[in-house]
């Protein structure tokens, strides 16, 4: 680094022509400039650790799975990854009490199951509003093209059937979500179809 020496003559506080005797002050500053300088091998070291990228995997067949695919594949769970945050959420597997071993590895797989019905979900509704000119309301009456899973489920809180005369019916006065349910392939036929115990 090198050290500036900056000075500057300070303004008389006074009007007029100064005394003869009159010795201007100098204020002096100091700044320092760092000179950079390219550190190589240091450079070098920190692109090495960056680039090293470790993956762990029970796939033992290299020739079907070879790196490339196995770092490709990993990659491409992002939205996968979202949803599993989910399932950590200490608000759904903390009161969780199972001591069984088979009954949690049960619990689990209801568990992917209903995250995997809840991503199709989104997929399907997501899909079916590409190209089109009318959005789905949402909650809040917000309009969107890109809803989420939990938004659309959302819209069909509400739903109710109610048994007459042994015949399933919609009450008259319940607001069917007919968008969403066109979006997902489906009609309020849905509900009125008889479903064994």
Same mark, same amino acid.
Request: hydrophobic share 40%; net charge positive.
């Given at each position: 680094?090198?050290? +500036?020496? *900056?000075?500057?003559?300070? #303004?008389?506080?006074? =009007?007029?022509?100064?005394?003869?005797?009159?010795?201007?002050?100098?204020?002096?500053?100091?700044?320092?400039?760092?000179?950079?300088?390219? *550190?190589?091998?240091?450079?070098?070291?920190?692109?090495?650790?960056?680039?090293?990228?470790?993956?762990?995997?029970?796939?033992?067949?290299?020739? @079907?799975? &070879?790196?490339?695919?196995?770092?490709?594949?990993? #990659?491409?769970?992002?939205?996968?990854?979202?949803?599993?945050?989910?399932?950590?959420? /200490?608000?759904?597997? $903390? &009161?969780? %009490?199972?001591?069984?071993?088979?009954?949690?590895?049960?619990?689990? %797989?209801?568990?992917?199951?209903?995250?995997?019905? %809840?991503?199709?979900?989104? =997929?399907? @509704?997501?899909?079916?509003?590409?190209?089109?000119?009318?959005?789905?309301?949402?909650? *809040?009456? =917000?309009?969107?093209?890109? /809803?989420? $899973?939990?938004?659309?489920?959302?819209?069909?809180?509400?739903?109710?059937?109610?048994?007459? *005369?042994? #015949?399933?019916?919609?009450?008259?006065?319940?607001? +069917? /979500?007919?968008?969403?349910?066109?979006?997902?392939?489906?009609?309020?036929?849905?509900?009125?179809?008889?479903? &064994? &115990?």
């Amino acid at each position: 680094y090198e050290v +500036i020496v *900056d000075e500057s003559i300070a #303004k008389r506080a006074s =009007r007029g022509r100064p005394p003869q005797d009159w010795v201007p002050e100098v204020k002096r500053f100091y700044s320092i400039r760092p000179k950079l300088q390219r *550190d190589e091998d240091a450079i070098r070291k920190r692109k090495s650790r960056l680039s090293c990228f470790v993956l762990v995997t029970n796939i033992l067949d290299k020739k @079907a799975w &070879p790196d490339e695919r196995i770092l490709t594949e990993y #990659k491409e769970q992002t939205v996968v990854e979202q949803h599993f945050s989910f399932i950590k959420s /200490p608000k759904v597997v $903390g &009161p969780v %009490y199972l001591k069984n071993p088979e009954r949690v590895a049960a619990l689990a %797989y209801v568990f992917l199951m209903a995250l995997l019905v %809840y991503s199709l979900i989104q =997929r399907r @509704a997501r899909r079916a509003l590409r190209g089109q000119e009318k959005p789905l309301i949402i909650y *809040d009456n =917000r309009k969107t093209f890109e /809803p989420t $899973g939990r938004s659309v489920l959302h819209l069909f809180v509400n739903m109710m059937v109610a048994n007459v *005369d042994g #015949k399933r019916v919609l009450p008259s006065n319940l607001k +069917i /979500p007919e968008h969403a349910l066109r979006l997902l392939g489906f009609s309020e036929q849905i509900y009125l179809q008889w479903m &064994p &115990p």
